[in-house]
């Protein structure tokens, strides 16, 4: 009994008996309203162990044989299929090929192995910048929502369906985003209000689609999807960056333009509106004040971090469960923040202020997560024995103590009691900072979706034997001589077509010679399709990729 599995990354047209190990991270159903409605097609993602994907996709006859048995995040053992060139559009992997399940194509579900990974293969902001025209792969992204925009309904095959611009910041950049159709109720202006910063949002299988002076991010109907606050390990990943976790996001509020929008509290600011530590203490209202302080301790304190979820709420640690302190659900994922008190001294007076995660993160330079690192360095104790560590601060606490920065301090009348006594710190800035030139507010860059939505390309899959080699026969083959050919080609009033044998001609000849002075071969891919050379670099004609197993063919004049 053969138990050998293959890769997916080793799948190629060369034979239909491949074995896979498989999780279906990804699963819909294609529905094009400009096409019949009978044209049904199951698209899937597979990802293997190695985190390697490939389409595959069950046409509508089969659907039912299948549907039932697949379910997203299991894990199945699937053998047999049709391999085919992975063209289109809008193609959800990069793997050259993709899957045709067949009649004897066998689907079994297995427990003993476990491939925890989303599937989520995040793009950069950057990778995304340098794009200069459309992309036929869409791609994966997270960031923090700065700024919607709700749009009239977009007209589109007879009905109208929602639309909403979106903002997104990522590592110290925004892009736009278009969202049409059900995608848009996840977006609702109050929905979205409830959170005490703004929120995370996930862009599964977006398209990148290039604008002017730069591109933008769409979804594509019934394909894409977004998530917002996911409680999953890429969340925190993300939120622990010290390219994110070094600013700090408003609660989404309406603007006069009725927007919504979140100040993202960045690297600048008015020197001008610097203030004396004592003019903290007199009654000004609630606002942000900025005030020049030397750093005269950092309080040694147990509880200098604390757990959040995705969300931006305190967690609680209980029995090894994560908990919502707000209302006791359980977390499955949790970060740590910062939460330390800094005795500031400046002109005489020394205040004490109370530093939140952004804060810390940028008067230390790490982030909560590398703090903890650190101290895994600095204290040579069990590492199980994590009650002993977690009340132990760092010594890079020690190592701010003199510096003079720059305080933004926000005063609020209803301040959370925990703060009483202190003022609450939301930034910190070097001593020399960049003259701000914007608002922080974001709300002009929101273009409308000049965009009409996008649809999957149905792409008309044949079975398994229309993409083997054919031959064309005739018990009866009707052949002309070379002069009858040549004679119709030079007519002015006669275009030569044979419809019945698809543009084939049959004709009788003695062979002369073979020229010997022509290239006769050329390179193919395992499709036929043409394979060109670029500097070596073999790429093929069909489907744009570069060719590692170009197949030679004989080609004589």
């Known amino acids: 009994m053969n138990n050998r599995v293959d890769l997916v990354e080793k799948i190629t047209p060369w034979r239909e008996s491949w074995k896979v190990h498989v999780k279906v991270v990804k699963l819909w159903y294609h529905k094009n309203p400009a096409l019949d409605p009978s044209q049904n097609l199951l698209h899937m993602v597979l990802m293997d162990e190695k985190l390697h994907k490939i389409q595959a996709t069950i046409r509508d006859k089969l659907i039912p044989n299948f549907a039932v048995s697949l379910t997203e995040g299991e894990v199945y053992l699937m053998t047999h299929f049709t391999v085919v060139p992975n063209t289109g559009l809008n193609r959800a992997v990069k793997h050259r090929f993709r899957l045709l399940f067949q009649y004897k ?48 309904d977009v007209a589109s095959y007879g009905k109208m369906i929602k639309a909403v611009v979106l903002e997104v910041f990522s590592d110290g950049k925004k892009v736009q985003c278009n969202v049409f159709g059900n995608a848009c109720d996840l977006l609702e202006y109050d929905n979205l209000q409830k959170y005490p910063r703004s929120l995370l949002i996930v862009l599964e299988s977006f398209k990148i689609k290039a604008i002017e002076g730069g591109v933008m991010l769409q979804n594509v109907m019934n394909v894409s999807r ?47 509106e610097i203030s004396n530590i004592q003019d903290l203490c007199a009654d000004n209202g609630d606002g942000h004040y900025f005030v020049i302080g030397t750093i005269k301790e950092v309080m040694d304190e147990p509880d200098w971090w604390y757990y959040s979820c995705v969300c931006g709420h305190v967690v609680v640690e209980h029995e090894d469960l994560y908990l919502f302190d707000a209302c006791g659900s359980c977390i499955e994922h949790v970060m740590v923040k910062y939460g330390i008190r800094v005795k500031i001294h400046h002109g005489g007076c020394a205040v004490l202020f109370v530093l939140l995660d952004n804060a810390a993160t940028k008067l230390f330079g790490k982030t909560c997560s590398e703090a903890f690192l650190r101290i895994e360095e600095e204290f040579p104790v069990d590492p199980n024995v994590f009650a002993v560590r977690q009340s132990y ?62 649809y999957d390309t149905y792409l008309k899959y044949a079975t398994g034997e229309d993409y083997k080699t054919q031959v064309v026969y005739d018990n009866c083959i009707q052949y002309e001589t070379i002069e009858d050919i040549i004679t119709d080609l030079i007519s002015p009033n006669h275009c030569y077509s044979d419809a019945e044998n698809s543009g084939f001609v049959f004709i009788l000849g003695i062979i002369s010679s073979v020229l010997k002075n022509h290239k006769w071969w050329f390179s193919t891919c395992l499709y036929g399709s043409l394979v060109s050379a670029n500097k070596n670099i073999l790429s093929c004609d069909l489907c744009q990729f570069q060719c590692i197993d170009a197949v030679p063919m004989c080609f004589v004049l």
């Open 226 to 272: 977004l998530f917002i606050n996911p409680d999953i390990p890429e969340s925190v990943e993300f939120l622990s960056r010290f390219s994110v976790a070094s600013y700090g996001f408003s609660r989404l509020v309406t603007n006069e333009l009725g927007y919504l929008v979140s100040k993202v509290d960045g690297d600048f600011f008015n020197p001008k």
């Open 393 to 454: 601060s760092p010594h890079m606490f020690d190592d701010i103590v003199g510096e003079e920065k720059i305080f933004k301090v926000e005063i609020n009348s209803a301040v959370d009691r925990d703060y009483s006594g202190c003022f609450k710190i939301v930034n910190v800035f070097s001593h020399n900072p960049e003259l701000a030139t914007t608002n922080d507010y974001i709300n002009a860059r929101l273009h409308g979706p000049i965009f009409p939505p996008i």
């Open 105 to 152: 194509t066998s689907v079994v579900s297995v427990v003993s192995i476990r491939i925890p990974h989303s599937g989520l293969c995040f793009t950069s902001i950057d990778e995304i910048d340098q794009r200069t025209k459309d992309d036929d792969f869409l791609i994966d992204f997270v960031g923090i929502i700065t700024g919607v925009r709700k749009e009239r």
